[in-house]
């Protein structure tokens, strides 16, 4: 499933109120058929608390930018209170009022800079989603494929204890027709014991990799639940500069920080741009005994002895740390491409060691030592030799399958997309 259809599923079902009751029902009701990489990725995103809180902080930058466009609101005071002229007395007495209105009025480019640094957050924290969304479909994808490394082991050492078990009822009979000593014997029972240690480990690595992918989900999966699928093989090679290239023009932490920076240098020209003081223009209409009068005026306050030095020199410091941050991340990122590119192609070499004679070649040997044990030309140390070797051949392929898997996951978390 493409990146940017998982964004789309995850907006999606944040904002639909019925999603709560399905995804309820999807983690609670039992699943008797295996998921698939692309059932879980959606199901993450729809119940990833690490992407709820990227939301949460989108949600949070856009209320921002609308508190950075509101005008400031007018202030309205007044005053009531009886009167009358008292020098020379006249009899007038009337209840007097004040009412006055006060509006302050922000400097233009100051307004401008909060409201673009403002925007610069939003952008910001919609690439935050992004990358935050990147990192877990890749983390899923990583469990995955070493929870499809686990259940391959799991089974290898199920059909080795069943191959150990032939073998020592071959050799039993033996011993009972008198081909062989019971030492055979002993050592078929200690290989089995060996062969079933092996499945209690193995057993145990696949709990722990299914808890993995499990919690990665947030529970969605289940205790109970099987996986289907298979690992990734890439056959191109690899340009390792074009890689990185692309991986910095393209990458959504990198325009994250990009973002942070560029909103960091809009907070040093809002300081700038506040040195300059609001006005206030206001009005006030006064009714006393005797006297009517309209009054209009502004208050202007005279930057003399503060110009906001330190708000000033404490924005340059953010900024100046901000760039800074986004030159190491693209230095880490560009690191990684290049290791992780390495690591796929180490992957391939070995890959293709296996499936150009290795895995013929250890299948080979084991068909010859079975047929030479049973026409009694091999002992049973050379079968149980060559069952080890063949399975653990076997493993060893599969690890080299799950490495080239993991190692492209990385690349393409690396590059901000698929290859």
Known sequence: MRFHTLISIFLATLGAGSGQSVLMAWADEPRSSPYSLEEILALAVERSPILAEAQGAMKESRGQQIAAGAYPNPVLSGGAGKGSIRDPSTGVSIIEHTVAVEQP?????????????????VAGARAGLEAAT??????????FYQLLLAQRDAELAAQNVATVEVVLRTARLRVAAGEATSFDTMKAGVELQKAQ???????????????????LTAGGLGKQFAIEGTFQSLKQELNVDQLVTEAVERHPALRRLSKLAEQAGLMVEFERESRIPNINVMGQ??????????????????????RRQGEIETALGAKHRAVAERERAQNELEQAVIQHAQEVRTAQDQLRVFETGL?????????????SFRQGAASLLDLLDAQRV???TLY????????????LVR???????PL
């Not at 895995?359 to 047929?371: C, D, G, S, W």
Request: glycine share 4%.
């Open 105 to 121: 009025i922000e400097w233009s480019p100051k307004r401008q800079a909060r409201q673009d640094a403002a925007q610069a957050g």
């Open 134 to 143: 990147l990192n877990l479909m890749s983390d899923i994808k990583v469990a």
């Open 197 to 215: 240690k092996e499945v209690a480990r193995a057993r145990n690595g696949l709990l722990v990799a299914k808890s993995r992918l499990n919690t």
């Open 285 to 306: 209409y006064h009714r006393e005994a005797g006297d009517e009068s309209i009054i209009a005026g502004l208050t202007v306050p005279i930057p003399v002895w503060y």
């Open 359 to 371: 895995l013929k070649q250890a299948e080979q040997i084991l068909t010859v030592a079975r047929t």
């Open 390 to 392: 063949y399975r653990q």
């Open 396 to 407: 060893e392929y599969a690890q080299v399958s799950a490495d080239l898997s993991i190692a």
């Open 411 to 417: 690349l393409e978390r690396d590059l901000g997309a």
